[in-house]
């Protein structure tokens, strides 16, 4: 999730709250390795596959001793999976202008009914623990044969840890998700961005939308405005293609844009809180 970063005295005073404790304890391991120069073979292969590598830059992550990409801002693909992205992913129920729904992945996590475990590395502070609280709460509400709970152990479905990185290109990336799922299992890693920039306003329930998001890819949705990433990040419009997950319309989600989705490609400001709205309820109901 990426926003166009603005600045205030208020949402300053409001982030020295919350988060200024957690600024001094990112975990250095988690820091990524950030190159300006991707190989060129990359960004081929990354765009033969429907990634938009001309207005939304690609670059160089590592995420749990893995060395790999950042691609549409928020999505960790390592070295291996670029090179086997899969040949063929068609676009089902989508044409080259969809409207707006919401969208999942070919791959969703399996072995239903079924709770994750959910980690939260014990370096962030205080104004996190609330937020993740908050994120999965918002989930368990749902009555979903997906739940989630809370565990103090790093050996869990899901994981989150820090990273520290500045603002790129006029923007900054909150969080990053490590993928879709895979045979059956969630993405097992998300980093939260804990450079001062991306906590600058940063609010409790923002940072609960943010932490939802990326689970949300990470028990496979799609951004609910891939088709035009234009309508939540401004800019010209840009397509984010089949991303080689595939981006399947699911059933009873509307045409039109669903402005209040918290699968919104890019946040309308820090501190920006989406809880689901009524279109991401029958989203998350029809598909778990």
């Known amino acids: 999730?990426?926003?166009?970063?603005?600045?205030?005295?208020?949402?300053?005073?409001?982030?020295?709250?919350?988060?200024?404790?957690?600024?001094?304890?990112?975990?250095?391991?988690?820091?990524?390795?950030i190159e300006e120069t991707v190989p060129s073979n990359v960004i081929s292969q990354l765009s033969k596959f429907g990634y938009d590598t001309d207005n939304i830059p690609v670059y160089a992550h590592t995420m749990d001793g893995h060395e790999g990409y950042v691609v549409e801002n928020d999505i960790f693909l390592t070295t291996e999976q670029v090179n086997n992205l899969p040949k063929s992913t068609l676009l089902s129920g989508v044409n080259d202008a969809p409207e707006a729904e919401q969208y999942r992945t070919i791959n969703l996590v399996e072995s239903l009914p079924r709770t994750l475990t959910v980690y939260l590395d014990p370096n962030f502070g205080n104004g996190f623990g609330q937020a993740f609280d908050e994120a999965l709460r918002r989930y368990n509400a749902e009555g979903l044969r997906l739940s989630f709970r809370?565990?103090?152990?790093?050996?869990?479905?899901?994981?989150?840890?820090?990273?520290?990185?500045?603002?790129?290109?006029?923007?900054?990336?909150?969080?990053?998700?490590?993928g879709f799922p895979t045979r059956g299992n969630p993405a097992n890693t998300i980093q939260i961005n804990?450079?001062?920039?991306?906590?600058?306003?940063q609010t409790i329930q923002g940072m609960a939308t943010i932490m939802a998001h990326e689970i949300g890819h990470a028990i496979g949705f799609r951004h609910t405005d891939f088709f035009d990433r234009s309508l939540s990040c401004g800019g010209r419009r840009n397509n984010e293609g089949q991303a080689g997950v595939g981006a399947i319309q699911i059933s009873g989600t509307p045409s039109g844009t669903d402005r209040g989705s918290?699968?919104?490609?890019?946040?309308?400001?820090?501190?920006?809180?989406?809880?689901?709205s009524r279109f991401d309820r029958i989203a998350l109901d029809a598909t778990y």
């Open 1 to 33: 999730m990426n926003y166009l970063k603005k600045y205030g005295a208020a949402s300053l005073l409001l982030t020295a709250s919350l988060f200024s404790c957690e600024e001094k304890e990112v975990i250095d391991a988690a820091t990524p390795s």
């Open 150 to 178: 809370r565990v103090n152990t790093s050996r869990a479905d899901i994981r989150f840890f820090s990273f520290n990185q500045p603002p790129r290109n006029g923007s900054i990336t909150l969080g990053i998700s490590g």
């Open 194 to 201: 804990v450079n001062p920039a991306a906590l600058n306003g």
């Open 262 to 276: 918290f699968m919104q490609a890019c946040a309308g400001g820090n501190g920006t809180n989406r809880p689901f």
